[in-house]
Structures are given as C-alpha cells and as structure tokens.
C-alpha cells in the first residue's frame, strides 16, 4: 500500500517569508509526527498529534513553528519568518496507535537563503 | 537534544563481514528502534525490541537490548553492499510517543 507522502521534496525560499510543509500518512494511521533532522544528526522530535489533537508539541523550537491536522489525517507544518538556521530536512511519521512502529516519509528538504 | 549515542560513528567493511553497531541512552525506555536511512531523506524500519526483552532476530539482523547498562546491539550477519547506509537507533519513553533518536553510524561495505 501507499506510505507516507510528504510535499514538497525540495523548498527553497528566503530569509523572512512564510512556508508550508504537508504530510500525508498512512491511512488509517492516527498518530502522525514531525521531525527535522540537520546535516549529520540524526532527527529531532518536533510534534505529535494522536487524530487531530497535538499531543506533544514540546519539539517546536518557538513560536514561529505551528502545525496543524484539522481532521485527522494529512497535516500541515508551517513556519513563519524562516530563518537559514531552519534550514534541514523536514520528516513525517505515521503509526498506528495500536503499535510503535513509526514509518516514515521521503522528508522535504528546506533550504532558507 | 538527542539521547542516544551510536558507537562506532563510521564503520567500514568488506561484503560478507558482519557489521556491529552500538547505542547507549540515558533514559528509561518503553522500546528501542532501529532505523536505516539512505542519502540522509526518509528513513527505513528495521527493528523494534521492548524494554521486556533481551535479543531479536530478523533476518540477518540480531539486535539484542541490555537495560540495566542502557545500551543495545545491532550485528547485520553477511554484509552486502546495498547495507551502505546510515543506521540510527531510537527510543521511546511510552508506546505511541516521539522517538529519541542518536546521531547515527555511517556504515561503507565494499566489495
């Protein structure tokens, strides 16, 4: 079956302006999350939403960070103000909530000038 | 922050060697993942051990968990070329919730 999409797969942009990152998971899986990963490391939690609720958001690193799943499936990540510290590779997860195996999207790779 | 540390941080082997592969953390856990990622984009599920058991099989992966010292194991038996890749391991406080991942062992099998 299909796995998780996320779109796009590449973002540039600029210093100051506002994105939108979308993931589609897996469906039927309730529980999506949101990581980013910078060169070299591995991925660092930001979000997650059991349905539509975030469930733990304590991974965003402020305020320009938001993301939202307003029914309970694809979920979008937006950041304002981008910065060229946001600069990394945005990945989604999916996983049922029965289980604890998240499987993962392609990511989208943002790269702010 | 990041809670697992991988050990080596680089390893590299010839095809048909097994290739072992350390993680430490420092937490208590609900379960410990580990994931292969290629080409830094999405990674791979490889296997999932829970705090109450010790060793786990899939194909020629064996990761075994010690949580008294907070540490597991991943040995992949005969190495292939196509094993070329990142491999991360993660953990989990309770099922369901964020994983904690380290920052990874790149693994180069040469044939």
């Known amino acids: 079956g299909a796995g998780v999409s996320q779109t796009p797969s590449n973002k540039v942009t600029e210093k100051g302006k506002y994105v939108e990152l979308r993931c589609d998971p897996i469906?039927?899986?309730?529980?999506l999350y949101w990581y980013r990963q910078s060169l070299g490391q591995g991925p660092e939690f930001l979000i997650y939403?059991?349905?539509?609720?975030?469930?733990?958001d304590s991974g965003l690193p402020n305020d320009r960070f938001f993301a939202v799943r307003p029914e309970g499936s694809v979920s979008t990540l937006k950041i304002q103000r981008t910065e060229r510290g946001d600069s990394a590779v945005y990945l989604c997860?999916?996983?049922?909530?029965?289980?604890?195996?998240?499987?993962f999207g392609p990511g989208t790779r943002l790269t702010v000038l | 922050s990041q809670q697992g540390e991988e050990d080596p941080q680089a390893l590299s082997i010839q095809e048909g060697e097994n290739a072992t592969m350390n993680c430490s953390y420092k937490?208590?856990?609900?379960?410990l993942q580990w994931y292969r990622q290629n080409s830094g984009r999405g990674l791979v599920h490889l296997i999932l051990?829970?705090?109450?058991?010790r060793e786990k099989h899939s194909g020629r992966l064996r990761v075994t968990l010690d949580t008294s010292k907070k540490s597991s194991s991943l040995l992949i038996t005969a190495s292939r070329a196509a094993d070329t890749a990142s491999y991360f391991c993660?953990?989990?406080?309770?099922?369901?919730?964020?994983?904690?991942f380290g920052k990874g062992t790149t693994l180069s099998v040469s044939s």
């Open positions: 993660a953990t989990a406080a309770q099922a369901g919730t964020a994983l904690i």
């Open positions: 051990i829970r705090s109450n058991e």
């Open positions: 469906s039927g899986h309730t529980a």
């Open positions: 937490t208590s856990i609900n379960n």
């Open positions: 939403f059991q349905g539509t609720g975030a469930a733990d």
């Open positions: 997860a999916s996983s049922l909530s029965t289980t604890d195996t998240q499987y």
